[in-house]
């Protein structure tokens, strides 16, 4: 907890001599304005001076990296994964986030929010993607909180589809941050990262007057921030499994009792077909709140009308169909379900299939082509070039459904092409997790769908675990001070995946040829290298894909949302 304010003296001339007595024009006069504590160290003692002709006003002293800096101070671990939420009981959380409730003005206005509460393990983020599309599409205005985000802290609050504006969320910031920073003590400390940020997303939804937020759990469900909404419209529960084991539990039970802590009285709740482990546990909370537990169905293909799902994959079907019934829900209690013809049959609406087409949630099997290195066309026949394929997959079930969209979706373009592609995959994931249970999958769920990798390549993440905002990005490619040691294990796991997996052939592999990139900056064997760093990881593989112009080169991008951001960041520069 860093003290509350500190003081910044501005200066400045008085209006123009002709407004004032004559002796007066040199007169200057000292003003004081407050400067939050955690952007001090960023500010050297200054004095800022406006001519006494010039119309223009002093520049904003709180910038948008001030909001950033302000942010970085509240997270608490510069690891990912390091805590618990299983500290905090639901009783304390629940009080103290009352208190921050009570000091920014939200307790009357959070209990009017028109919510629809997600929680899972998996896909959570898609559905609440889809339901905010559909609902947008039939005319509402929808404020969406998902996270984590991948290059800008915006991304996590959505206003009718967009990301919130920079200066709509200083003015949200500051007005927020101000009001906790003067109120907060030993007692109600400010609040950390997630919570901030949770509590910051329910001020902007309140004040623009959203006529529906949707709200996705960042982690388990009973202790989240998200949970302080009492009386949701409609919950949800997508496909669960194993992950934050560390914090959730290291059962299926268990971790399908946290998600559950989302469920209220009075308020329906849907999930998706779970494993019976898990099912027992939603259906024992529902019985014990009075409420029914529906199954909501996949999303039949054909009432898309011959349309895809704006998101890729097949697994998307789950997360859609757990979506639209969550919006028919929804509609039906807010009384608008006959507004939009929803029918017996359940047919779905020319608005509904709009949204679902119209879905875009970055970083969730999403396609890249490399501007550096575009396709070639000879004959109207386009091959080679450079795509990356980014999915955020950091668990065992999710790491399997990656898997397989990325062997369908490769599959697909050789037969459009008709041209073969060097398969390269890049890849971190958190300490906390366990690389057997990813890579063996990944790598034998692809060999079963005749799909074989080239070269693996293993990096840190380039992103600051414990810094918000665009310089977060290290740029420094020495490797002298980098611990590999991570990366040279899943590299281990890897090499041992296939090289007891027969259906590889070593004929396959990319040559390690030598580069204009630092040698000092990777090892390498045939099967996988690391990298001390993200960039010259892409450097080599830009040159290599330059190198051989004819022959498309594939990337897929997994293993953490954070490494598909900073590869975002990168690839877009």
Not at 202 to 226: H, N, P, Q, S, W
Not at 342 to 352: A, H, K, R, S, T
Not at 440 to 453: K, M, Q, S, T
Request: with cysteine; hydrophobic share 40%; proline share 5%.
């Amino acid at each position: 907890m860093f003290d509350a304010i500190t003081n910044l003296h501005v200066v400045t001339h008085l209006p123009p001599p002709e407004a004032a007595p004559r002796r007066l024009d040199q007169l200057i006069i000292c003003t004081r304005i407050a400067i939050p504590r955690c952007i001090h160290k960023y500010l050297n003692p200054i004095v800022l001076r406006c001519s006494a002709h010039s119309n223009r006003p002093p520049s904003p002293p709180m910038a948008y990296q001030d909001a950033l800096n302000c942010l970085s101070s509240l997270i608490s671990s510069k690891v990912r994964g390091v805590g618990t939420n299983r500290g905090d009981r639901f009783d304390i959380m629940l009080h103290y986030l009352q208190a921050c409730l009570g000091i920014l003005e939200l307790e009357e206005p959070i209990s009017k929010l028109k919510v629809i509460h997600v929680a899972g393990t998996k896909g959570k983020g898609s559905t609440c993607s889809f339901a905010e599309s559909i609902l947008r599409n039939c005319g509402f205005r929808t404020g969406l909180f998902t996270s984590p985000h991948l290059i800008d802290v915006r991304e996590r609050f959505r206003l009718e589809g967009i990301e919130i504006s920079e200066d709509k969320f200083l003015e949200y910031f500051w007005w927020c941050w101000k009001k906790l920073e003067e109120k907060t003590n030993v007692d109600v400390p400010m609040p950390p990262f997630f919570r901030f940020l949770a509590l910051l997303a329910f001020k902007i939804f309140t004040i623009e007057k959203v006529d529906v937020a949707i709200m996705e759990v960042g982690l388990g469900g009973r202790y989240d921030a998200t949970n302080v909404v009492r009386t949701p419209v409609v919950c949800g529960i997508s496909s669960l499994g194993y992950d934050h084991t560390e914090i959730l539990g290291y059962t299926l039970a268990e971790i399908a009792g946290e998600k559950a802590g989302i469920f209220k009285e009075t308020v329906p709740a849907f999930t998706v077909h779970q494993p019976q482990e898990a099912m027992h546990v939603l259906e024992e909370r529902s019985s014990q709140l009075n409420i029914p537990l529906l199954i909501a169905p996949p999303l039949d293909i054909a009432k898309l009308n011959g349309q895809k799902l704006g998101l890729d994959g097949d697994h998307q079907y789950l997360n859609a169909g757990l979506a639209v019934s969550l919006c028919h829900t929804w509609l039906k209690k807010m009384g608008h379900s006959e507004n939009i013809h929803l029918d017996g049959n359940f047919v779905l609406p020319e608005e509904f299939i709009r949204g679902l087409t119209t879905t875009k949630f970055p970083g969730r099997a999403q396609i890249v082509q490399d501007p550096h290195n575009s396709m070639l066309s000879q004959g109207g026949v386009n091959f080679g070039g450079l795509t990356f394929y980014l999915d955020g997959a950091h668990s065992p079930e999710s790491a399997e459904i990656c898997a397989k969209w990325f062997s369908d979706t490769v599959k697909k373009e050789k037969e459009q092409l008709d041209s073969d592609a060097k398969n390269i995959l890049l890849f971190n994931c958190m300490s906390v997790r366990d690389p057997q249970l990813l890579l063996p999958r990944l790598e034998n769920v692809c060999a079963d769908h005749g799909i074989y990798f080239h070269k693996a390549i293993f990096v840190p993440n380039q992103s600051v675990y414990h810094k918000v905002g665009s310089n977060t990005l290290t740029t420094n490619d020495s490797s002298s001070h980098i611990d590999l040691s991570w990366q040279q294990k899943l590299e281990r796991v890897w090499r041992k995946a296939v090289n007891g997996d027969k259906r590889y052939s070593t004929n396959d592999y990319i040559k390690d040829e030598k580069s204009d990139a630092n040698q000092s900056n990777r090892s390498c064997n045939e099967i996988s290298m690391v990298f001390a760093s993200l960039p010259s990881a892409i450097r080599w593989i830009r040159e290599t894909a330059q190198k051989n112009r004819a022959v498309g080169f594939k990337v897929l991008v997994t293993g953490s949302l954070h490494l598909v951001g900073d590869v975002l960041k990168l690839i877009k520069k």
